[in-house]
């Protein structure tokens, strides 16, 4: 699962960055309003951790210079983009929780915070925002819990890497859709981060030793998907 942090301190942005990576996310971090809205325009996100106080610059389209996180986060709701974000922040009065939201914010986390919250609050919003309510994930037998990482294929517990992991989980989100190799690794690694010219086979090579040779469908040349054993799932082009 692919993240924009936007966070002007180092070392909070550092810390927060290493530990996501950890949890397996491809984490992508930006420090100014500028670079986020830019970033924001031209690429895709599966979430956003946005800081509000932001240093000043030349701030998004139709905002104030000073417009900061708000600012980004408007530009962002202006383009009718629907990418769940969370506002991380250290203003913790009611009428800052109050703009954020309005402004179009999913949730709101105050600094100092846990990061098994942190953790916790993001698997929620991205629940709501696929639209689930059950915090679990199944298909053909094999079921995946975001919160512990823990995987079981008829009922037998399956132990994962973090990177087998986040191959499994992005491929189970949408079963029967096609994921390309390109938009898997966009899920593994952040920016910075060297990629591997084999990695994700490798890791599909991996999940079908472990959940069966069936599980995990190709399409060759075009991608991925999860489907019921003997290919009866349909596979639909697109990301997720």
């Known amino acids: 699962m692919r993240l924009l942090l936007v966070e002007d301190d180092p070392m909070i942005g550092e810390s927060l960055r290493n530990a996501l990576r950890l949890e397996g996310f491809a984490v992508d971090w930006v420090r100014d309003a500028t670079a986020a809205d830019g970033t924001l325009a031209s690429e895709r996100f599966d979430l956003v951790l946005l800081d509000l106080g932001l240093p000043p610059g030349r701030a998004p389209a139709g905002e104030g210079t000073d417009a900061g996180g708000l600012g980004v986060l408007r530009a962002l709701r202006a383009r009718h983009d629907s990418t769940p974000v969370i506002v991380l922040t250290a203003r913790d009065g009611v009428g800052d929780r109050v703009a954020g939201l309005d402004a179009g914010a999913d949730d709101y986390l105050v600094k100092p915070f846990e990061l098994d919250e942190l953790s ?19 298909h053909g037998g094999v079921t995946i819990d975001p919160a512990t990482r823990q995987v079981t294929r008829d009922g037998v517990p399956v132990l994962l890497s973090a990177r087998e992991f986040a191959v499994l989980e992005a491929l189970m989100l949408r079963p029967g859709a096609l994921l390309s190799r390109a938009q898997l690794e966009d899920r593994l690694y952040g920016w910075g981060e060297e990629i591997e010219s084999n990695a994700v086979s490798v890791y599909i090579h991996q999940l079908r030793r472990k959940l069966g040779a069936d599980f995990i469908q ?21 990301g997720a």
């Not at 639209?131 to 679990?136: C, K, N, T």
Request: proline share 8%.
């Open 218 to 238: 190709n399409m060759r040349g075009v991608g991925y998907y999860v489907g019921t054993p003997g290919g009866s799932a349909t596979p639909q082009a697109g």
């Open 120 to 138: 916790a609050r993001m698997r929620a919003v991205l629940r709501r925002h696929s639209g689930r309510a059950q915090p679990l994930l199944s």
